[in-house]
């Protein structure tokens, strides 16, 4: 057994985990020991006990591979028995969730930036996540944070890189490392949940699908799933190898990224079905022939529809969602007669109504949705659910949208997202937005008018946890909202994020053009928060 040793170190400011763990340049996480720091703060918190399972795995971005070999040789030093690396360090966030869990191990480090751009001079993070396979909650994130403000050593073991290219068992330092498969144990879940037999029933019956796994994690599963076990055409994956840089795209599945995916889907001769994942392959994106689904909507659409799928049959037990997440899904819930949670953003957040089973299936608008069979969104698991659903109704995608809104009403949904804005001036956006609270509601801007404003908190039900200051809230009469926040997922500067929604039910025009339904949102937004004053923005980069 190779003896410990300890590097001595300083800290690093700014190494607090965001919504999904640490994110920075890799230029940054190439300092010595920086990555590190952040690795033994989590251990020192943790506090293995003598033995325990630890999972590693990520999306294959640039440095990857450098960070697995010396969290393995880390891993070694404190304790651990057993080390769990998918092939390649390739594990799909889901999939790493999923190890975790069925391998009953005390953790994992999860390699990604999500949906953020990979290479040399783009971005890298890690996460942890606990045993229930789900991120560690503030509680543990708070207690890392501290940690990395006073950390003074780290520890390792003199040893060798290890091939992460070959399946199997290797020592290092005494410590078991098993190289495993990284796609088969989820895609064996995937099998137990859907009905895989109605899905190959309708592909052998002509139903066509366009999957984009943009160059990022979800290749090797989409080629197992979608045409080694469903039985689509082989093309029916594009950009199914995962590259570091992701072939020099941003891995984020939406209109703007994912536009050549959109454009195909607009054309007459589309497939039924086009859908992608993103870096890790947590968010999914979902188009129909000529009908591109929110994700706000897609959670209430594959909720509303959910007993199509075996493993949930008879057992949705609740619906959550992320605050700026559209209230679509609350219709639903209140149709079915289920509970209804509406929680701040960041999945760790679904965890423990999910392990009380208070909720089965949950999402958030920015294109993640999923369910109890493990403890992050899971984008594929979303695609999946979707096929099950119109191979079982028979249906199209754009039929069952209609259907939806014919029966639940449509909230005309949009993100505008104002990326790289100066710290100060988004600071002050927020602080002018909290200090008119008191005084916006019965306020008019134009056509609407403020019923509530406030500063969003949540207790959680299970733990009674607390968690303030979650993002500004100004509802209008009539079901329509306006929602600010600062986004914790970037790496420089500060994004802006105004979620905008109208309610239109179920006898007004349920297809028209959503910029134009959200035209008086757009402007009450720029009165209440002067936007363009603070930022000087006049559009947002992006619109999903």
Request: charged residues 20%; hydrophobic residues 40%.
């Amino acid at each position: 057994m190779s003896e410990i040793v300890t590097v001595s170190t300083t800290p690093f400011e700014g190494q607090a985990p965001g919504t999904s763990g640490l994110r920075k340049k890799v230029k940054v996480f190439q300092q010595p020991n920086y990555a590190e720091n952040f690795i033994q703060s989590v251990f020192d918190v943790v506090a293995p006990e003598p033995g325990a399972v630890l999972v590693i795995g990520g999306d294959g971005r640039f440095h990857n591979r450098t960070v697995i070999q010396e969290a393995i040789r880390m891993a070694a030093a404190n304790g651990y028995g057993k080390v769990l690396v998918g092939k390649g360090g390739i594990l799909s966030t889901p999939a790493a969730s999923h190890v975790i869990r069925k391998y009953k191990a005390s953790g994992g480090l999860v390699l990604s930036a999500s949906h953020n751009p990979g290479g040399p001079d783009e971005d890298f993070g890690i996460k942890y996540n606990i045993a229930n396979g789900g991120p560690a909650p503030e509680s543990v994130t708070g207690a890392i944070h501290a940690r990395t403000q006073e950390i003074d050593r780290w520890l390792t073991v003199s040893a060798e890189d290890i091939d992460l290219d070959t399946p199997g068992d290797v020592q290092v330092a005494g410590m078991t490392v098993s190289i495993i498969d990284p796609v088969a144990d989820y895609a064996d879940l995937m099998e137990t949940l859907f009905d895989f037999d109605a899905i190959r029933a309708a592909v052998q019956g002509g139903f066509t699908m366009r999957f984009d796994a943009m160059s990022a994690v979800t290749g090797p599963y989409a080629h197992e799933i979608l045409e080694n076990r469903l039985g689509f055409a082989k093309g029916t994956v594009i950009n199914g190898t995962p590259l570091e840089d992701f072939g020099g795209h941003h891995p984020d599945p939406n209109l703007i990224h994912a536009e050549p995916l959109y454009l195909a889907m607009m054309a007459d001769d589309a497939p039924d079905i086009g859908a992608a994942s993103d870096g890790d392959g947590d968010r999914n994106l979902i188009i129909g022939r000529g009908r591109f689904i929110t994700p706000s909507d897609s959670l209430a659409m594959l909720a509303a529809n959910i007993e199509c799928a075996p493993g949930y049959k008879g057992r949705l037990a609740g619906i959550a969602r992320s605050m700026p997440t559209s209230a679509a899904a609350d219709r639903v819930a209140e149709a079915l007669g289920v509970g209804c949670f509406e929680t701040p953003t960041g999945w760790k957040f679904f965890g423990n109504l999910l392990d009380a089973g208070k909720v089965t299936i949950c999402g958030e608008e920015s294109a993640g949705t999923g369910s109890d069979h493990v403890r992050e969104k899971d984008g594929l698991w979303a695609v999946l659910l979707w096929l099950n659903i119109l191979a079982v109704r028979k249906i199209s995608v754009d039929a069952l949208a209609r259907e939806h809104w014919a029966k639940y009403g449509r909230n005309y949904y949009a993100r505008h997202d104002f990326e790289g804005v100066d710290k100060a001036g988004a600071d002050a956006l927020m602080e002018g937005l909290k200090a008119q609270l008191d005084t916006l509601p019965g306020k008019a801007f134009g056509p609407l008018t403020v019923a509530v404003a406030d500063s969003f908190s949540y207790t959680d039900p299970v733990d009674q946890s607390v968690s303030a200051n979650q993002g500004i809230r100004v509802l209008f009469e009539g079901g329509s909202r306006v929602v600010f926040r600062l986004s914790g997922t970037g790496t420089q500067g500060a994004t802006l994020r105004v979620y905008l929604e109208n309610y239109t039910g179920p006898d007004g025009d349920l297809d028209a053009q959503t910029a134009d339904m959200l035209a008086p949102q757009i402007a009450a937004a720029e009165a209440i928060a002067g936007i363009e004053k603070h930022t000087g923005r006049t559009k947002p980069d992006v619109i999903t």
